[in-house]
């Protein structure tokens, strides 16, 4: 069962990380995107030679906060979004 958790807090909260399993997704939400580096970071140590979690930021929230693209995640549209929710077997909302 895969897991899309929808991060909108500006902390890169640790407490969720041993939570994720293969198949999960991020996307982070709004201020979120302020974190997106601590969130690679953070799964990235956790993933030790396995595919590392993907990580998608909404473009519109990038561009309302002035931010650049960002290396190693996924910049989707609001469409894609829904798409991503849809392709995962539940939905949880981290905040």
């Known amino acids: 069962m895969s897991t899309l958790y929808q991060i909108s807090q500006t902390q890169c909260d640790q407490a969720l990380v041993p939570l994720l ?10 201020d979120a995107c302020y974190t997106q580096t601590q ?4 799964l990235d140590a956790i993933a030790q030679g396995k595919d590392s979690i993907p990580i998608f930021v909404r473009q519109s929230d990038l561009e309302q906060r002035g931010l ?22 539940r939905t949880i909302s981290w905040s």
Do not use: A
């Open 39 to 42: 969130w690679r970071q953070s």
């Open 68 to 89: 650049g693209r960002p290396v190693q995640m996924t910049v989707i549209t609001d469409s894609e979004w829904v798409e991503l929710s849809l392709s995962h077997s």
């Open 21 to 30: 399993n293969d198949g999960d997704s991020l996307i982070l939400l709004g």
